[in-house]
């Protein structure tokens, strides 16, 4: 039964951006909506191409059979689009290593756009939290681990370095 006139459905689907998902994936979701999946997969792949290569998450409104699409990268997917290294053949290359370094103004404007989604409390909290998932990401191998360094430190160095007040970070 498709939903009434004015009622808005949400989904959210996991996608490689710059790629159109499998039909057969967002069919199940999108069927009972009277909503055509070749047509929504072509939209994710033009709104998710400057994310190529990286799995973000996107968030499809739907009313009136209506569809709107909006990408929703996560942290890992900022820190890795900045690191600007080549995209990877998903086909060959299973486990990526990255091996790139950010500087902590890098992270401090991907800090800036994802202010609002985070739970800390100051800046300096979303700093961490960044670094934080940047650490954890990095010490399982069969992870797609970010990896790299900040400034030539670790991202725990850095994020202790932050707490004992040798780094000030402030919002701009």
Known sequence: MPPKADEVKVLKFKVVGGEAPNAAQIAPKLSPLGINPKKIGDDIQKLTKEWKGIKIMVELSVQ???A???PLPTIAARVIKAMAEP??????????KHGSSLSLEQIEEIATVVRDKSKAKDFKGVVKEILGTWYVLR???YSQSVGGLVDGKTPKAISKMIDNGEIDVREP
């Open 64 to 66: 009136n059979r209506e």
């Open 68 to 70: 709107k699409v909006t």
């Open 87 to 96: 995209v990877r053949d998903r086909k060959k290359q299973k486990i990526q």
């Open 139 to 141: 010490l399982s191998p």
